[in-house]
């Protein structure tokens, strides 16, 4: 199974900061991987597919870059909405598991 | 739309069914996913299972106690746990599934205890 270690497991920002969470694939997955939001008691909401491509509606303060194994999702002049917990995915094969989540909390 | 139910307290060793009904879309064109969630902790995918239910696919963790299938007529998916351990106590999460999980059920709580 491909691993996914994701960093830092938690952040504390400013609301008009810049953040960047970072993934990395235990080997090659090409772009195959998504960016997800999630917020407390809710069911998490897809941010970003193919490592860089915004879903409908997601506001463009939000970017995703990397392949191969190193990823990179960042959000400029961060908002009150945007305290969340991010989780990275790859679907490069079966399993397609999940980075283990980074806390961004407001400081 | 995903709305889910099923789900509650059982006692090691049990079984429960979780149901997951899809609307506004066709239901039958895509791949679907079952995703759980242990309390304060990360997402693991567990089961997915294709347009015709000719491919399906389960994490080891749920290897063999597990099962998913769908009933397109009904637009509904299932996950049918069986043999229940402590550790499967989550919330689970039902998934449209094409490269991304693209949109999600609300999630139901499953809780293993005696």
């Known amino acids: 199974d491909i691993q996914m270690t994701q960093s830092p497991s938690s952040l504390s920002a400013f609301v008009g900061d810049r953040v960047t969470i970072t993934c990395q694939a235990s080997q090659d997955i090409s772009t195959n991987l998504n960016w997800y939001q999630q917020k407390s008691g809710k069911a998490p909401s897809l941010l970003i597919s193919d490592a860089s491509k915004l879903d409908i509606g997601v506001p463009s303060r939000v970017s995703g870059n990397g392949s191969g194994t190193d990823f990179a999702f960042t959000i400029t002049s961060l908002q009150p909405e945007d305290f969340a917990t991010y989780f990275c995915q790859h679907y490069h094969n079966r399993p397609n598991t999940f980075g283990q989540g980074t806390k961004l909390e407001i400081k | 739309h995903l709305v889910q139910s099923g789900g509650g307290l059982v006692k090691p060793g049990g079984s429960l069914r979780l149901s997951c009904v899809a609307s506004?879309?066709?239901?039958?064109?895509?791949?679907m996913s079952w995703i759980r969630q242990s309390p304060g902790q990360g997402l693991e995918w567990i089961s997915y299972?294709?347009?015709?239910?000719?491919?399906?696919y389960y994490a080891d963790s749920v290897k063999g106690r597990f099962t998913i299938s769908r009933d397109n007529a009904a637009n509904s998916l299932f996950l049918q746990l069986n043999s229940l351990r402590a550790n499967d106590t989550a919330v689970y999460y039902c998934a449209r599934n094409r490269d991304s999980l693209d949109l999600w059920g609300q999630g139901t709580m499953v809780t293993v205890s005696s």
């Open positions: 506004g879309f066709s239901f039958s064109d895509y791949y």
């Open positions: 299972i294709s347009h015709s239910s000719s491919t399906i």
